[in-house]
């Protein structure tokens, strides 16, 4: 089993910046794919970002191109998310997700197989 742990959501301007981290336990977390989704109120559930096992592929849904940034760190078993000139747009509760089948990241909800209670990121206009 592993358990995902969200923090660095808040409230924050219209422009602003924020980083969520994940945290994951257990030993096998370079093995995972990890992913970050959101949903806003009254919203579908939104693919944001995912990440290879090894860092090495990215992807992002078009949406927030060019303005949040994945990474991870295996070393110390966190995935993050970068947000940059963040709109109110953005402002959802933020998931992230780890794929122990396919690690090389997916878009895909239904491939995750661990999820984190989940943070909220509020943008203000």
């Known amino acids: 089993q592993v358990q995902l742990v969200e923090s660095g959501g808040g409230l924050v301007q219209a422009g602003g910046s924020l980083r969520l981290s994940c945290s994951a336990s257990?030993?096998?977390?370079?093995?995972?794919?990890m992913g970050w989704f959101r949903q806003a109120p009254g919203k579908e559930f939104e693919f944001v970002s995912a990440i290879s096992w090894s860092g090495g592929s990215t992807y992002y849904a078009d949406s927030v191109k060019g303005r949040f940034t994945i990474s991870r760190d295996n070393t110390k078993n966190t995935v993050y998310l970068q947000m940059n000139n963040l709109k109110p747009e953005d402002t959802a509760v933020y998931y992230c997700a780890a794929d122990r089948t396919y690690g090389t990241g997916t878009s895909s909800r239904w491939e995750y197989d661990y999820w984190g209670q989940g943070t909220q990121v509020t943008v203000s206009s």
């Open positions: 257990g030993r096998i977390f370079s093995t995972y794919a």
